[in-house]
Antibody, heavy 121, light 109 residues
Framework: EVQLVESGGGLVQPGGSLRLSCAASGFTFSSYDMHWVRQPTGKGLEWVSVIGTAGDPYYPASVKGRFTISRENAKNSMYLQMNSLRAGDTAVYYC???????????????WGQGTMVTVSS | QSALTQPASVSGSPGQSITISCTGTSSGVSNYNYVSWYQQHPGKAPKLMIYNVTSRPSGVSNRFSGSKSGNTASLTISGLQSEDEADYYCSSYTNTNTVFGGGTKLTVL
């Protein structure tokens, strides 16, 4: 059974840092691109970052330069280091597995339960 | 502002069919053949309902179907049931970025 379990969320002051973790099980972790997606309370989903199987990371402009995604295949784990946090980063953070159903198209077929990050003084 | 536009809300009565649209700006979505749809109940993680515009993952009811016309993708739910009441999000990607629509709240009357 595929499982994704996030941890590391909590309350942090503006300008502070936090490191999220995503522990994966039930599949060959190293074979999948993995993503972080966040959702502010009462709002929609926002893509945060992706790390490819080769370790290549990508970010949207909203977090580029502040967030760093990484993975440790030996531990079946992915991480999100978040620095210079702002109130606007307050959200539930989900990790999600990207499944390529053909050579180019992918969708998020498994999601974790999410971890809450609150940025407030 | 999302590159994918969805109506904020739709509603229908049990047994009816509803359709949720997802319109992409031509410059915002470069690969519109890869639209996926997610269902999210309150307090829960999103669940994949449709991938590659029209395909259903194993275990998803055949009451859910996807289609596309031009730069608008659609999710149709037939035979509405109370448990279908949820938020629905479309998603696609541009180059290396994933984008989500703003979400549509489905109310089953």
């Amino acid at each position: 059974e595929v499982q994704l379990v996030e941890s590391g969320g909590g309350l942090v002051q503006p300008g502070g840092s936090l490191r999220l973790s995503c522990a994966a099980s039930g599949f060959t972790f190293s074979s999948y691109d993995m993503h972080w997606v966040r959702q502010p309370t009462g709002k929609g989903l926002e893509w945060v970052s992706v790390i490819g199987t080769a370790g290549d990371p990508y970010y949207p402009a909203s977090v580029k330069g502040r967030f760093t995604i990484s993975r440790e295949n030996a531990k079946n784990s992915m991480y999100l280091q978040m620095n210079s946090l702002r109130a606007g980063d307050t959200a539930v953070y989900y990790c999600a597995r990207a499944n390529y159903y053909d050579s180019s198209g992918y969708a998020f077929d498994f999601w974790g339960q999410g971890t809450m990050v609150t940025v407030s003084s | 502002q999302s590159a994918l536009t969805q109506p904020a809300s739709v509603s229908g009565s049990p047994g009816q069919s509803i359709t949720i649209s997802c319109t992409g700006t031509s410059s915002g979505v470069s690969n519109y053949n890869y639209v996926s749809w997610y269902q999210q109940h309150p307090g829960k993680a999103p669940k994949l309902m449709i991938y590659n515009v029209t395909s259903r993952p194993s275990g998803v009811s055949n009451r859910f179907s996807g289609s596309k016309s031009g730069n608008t993708a659609s999710l149709t739910i037939s035979g509405l049931q109370s448990e279908d009441e949820a938020d629905y999000y479309c998603s696609s990607y541009t180059n290396t970025n994933t984008v989500f629509g703003g979400g549509t709240k489905l109310t089953v009357l």
